[in-house]
């Protein structure tokens, strides 16, 4: 009977219960909202309330394992694509075409040739019909496969949160005379221009500029329900990267190992990217040496675990500075006391993500994702076909109301281990009852014929 009951349970522990969602007429809306630079420990450091009112109907994902390089575009892009930068193309906030001598910069991205090695999210889904919208999101101003989203605004710092969220929530609602959007992308420059400017561990400033985050996630809870979206939406709250603290003691000048005049500096700190004029082994050899927090690499030598090799535009050499330093040409001062872009080992570089609708479990918490699991997970929520991407819903779907998910690996573990204690139980008492039966054999006279003679007189 036991083993009966435990083959049950590993032959049901992918199985999808039915949810509410399958009654209804085609997949919930659902908001994406990012707020830049949230680092994940954050959330121990400051209160929250808002925030965490809202995981606490909802998902936690304590920290979000993002992608190399820990820069706000390439992160951004991976999210609504599942891609790794190199896949994607979008490598960091400055990149350089030696084909065609063309330069891309975080503040001038609207070419779209940088932009559609992919498909993001709010593309994909308009060809199942779905009206899609993106407030100022990274890349969402670019026409990308001939089409942008159903509505867009470009970047305007100036524009404040509670327009933003004003107008996302009427795409949502729509017009009447047409259906609101599936999908929508909200961006918020907070906290990440206050740890630029203040640095991760300035308490005071970022209590404050944490404060209004918070403030914003609970005008989005409360405008959500004013219009009635509340209950019948899926909202995931997220961020890119994190924050490490910057001190001018901590400063790497390349001008210090090599002359100036033999490279040409695509991208600076904390991952420099460098074209050398003349021998390639010559410039590395001399930046290997450079700096003991300063990692040089070939471009055939980047570490697979960073995903950040196949792609044109990654250029020969790429130096990596150790968490904390920064890499210039030249000078002692800092522009900055806070910086990310730095390995996305780190958990200083990692954010979080929290999520709550009827889609999403309520109460649940789990240590680590990674981020480009987030993109097949609204791709399901979506019913939408994903693009081919570098995540999984493996893990992701045990965020799902509608999904079990226990540990399938510790699950077969324990019903082998008790299949193999049953085992050796009923072979232990085969054995004893042979045993028994051996030791007990009654005792038999021998027997001896009449005519033979007696071996003792």
Not at 5 to 13: N, Q
Not at 163 to 182: A, I, S, Y
Request: charged fraction near 20%.
């Amino acid at each position: 009977m036991l083993l009966k009951v435990l083959l049950g349970l590993l032959c049901g522990i992918t199985a999808s219960v039915a949810g509410d969602d399958e009654a209804q007429q085609g997949p919930l809306p659902l908001l994406m909202v990012s707020f830049d630079g949230f680092r994940a420990d954050y959330l121990q450091r400051f209160p929250m309330p808002n925030l965490k009112l809202l995981y606490s109907q909802g998902v936690l994902v304590e920290q979000l394992t993002n992608v190399f390089i820990t820069k706000t575009f390439p992160n951004h892009y991976t999210l609504v694509t599942g891609l790794y930068a190199e896949s994607h193309g979008i490598l960091s906030s400055n990149m350089y075409d030696p084909v065609s001598h063309k330069h891309f910069h975080a503040s001038q991205d609207k070419d779209p040739m940088w932009w559609s090695k992919a498909q993001p999210l709010w593309i994909t889904a308009l060809d199942y019909g779905y009206k899609t919208a993106a407030m100022m999101w990274p890349g969402s101003d670019v026409v990308i496969s001939n089409r942008t989203a159903s509505h867009f605004l470009l970047y305007d710092s100036n524009v404040t949160f509670l327009q933003r969220v004003g107008n996302v929530t009427k795409w949502l609602v729509g017009n009447g005379k047409e259906p609101g959007v599936k999908f929508a992308a909200l961006y918020w420059e907070e906290p990440d221009k206050s740890g630029h400017k203040y640095g991760p561990e300035n308490t005071a400033a970022m209590s404050k500029v944490l404060k209004e985050v918070d403030d914003n996630i609970g005008l989005l809870v409360s405008r959500l329900k004013s219009s009635g979206l509340w209950g019948r939406i899926n909202v995931i709250v997220t961020s890119d990267h994190g924050m490490t603290q910057l001190s001018t003691e901590r400063i790497i000048r390349l001008d210090d190992c090599i002359n100036p005049d033999d490279y040409m500096l695509v991208d600076s700190s904390p991952v420099a990217a460098l074209i050398p004029h003349k021998d390639p082994k010559a410039a590395f050899t001399q930046l290997s040496k450079c700096h003991t927090h300063m990692t040089a690499y070939l471009k055939t030598d980047i570490p697979d675990r960073l995903h950040y090799q196949n792609n044109k535009y990654i250029q020969p050499i790429i130096l990596v500075a150790d968490e904390g330093w920064t890499i210039v040409q030249r000078g002692n001062t800092l522009s900055r006391l806070g910086d990310h872009g730095y390995d996305n080992s780190l958990p200083s570089m990692h954010p979080f993500m929290a999520a709550a609708g009827p889609s999403f479990r309520e109460g649940y918490r789990m240590g680590n994702l990674n981020s480009v699991d987030i993109y097949p997970l609204m791709c399901h929520l979506l019913s939408v076909p994903p693009q081919p991407n570098n995540g999984s819903l493996t893990q992701a779907r045990c965020l799902l109301a509608a999904e079990t998910c226990e540990d399938l690996s510790l699950i077969i573990s324990l019903v082998l281990g008790i299949l193999l204690v049953l085992a050796t139980i009923t072979l232990f008492f085969r054995w004893r009852r042979n045993h028994r039966r051996s030791r007990s054999q009654p005792f038999q006279r021998l027997q001896v014929d009449d005519d033979e003679e007696p071996l003792f007189e």
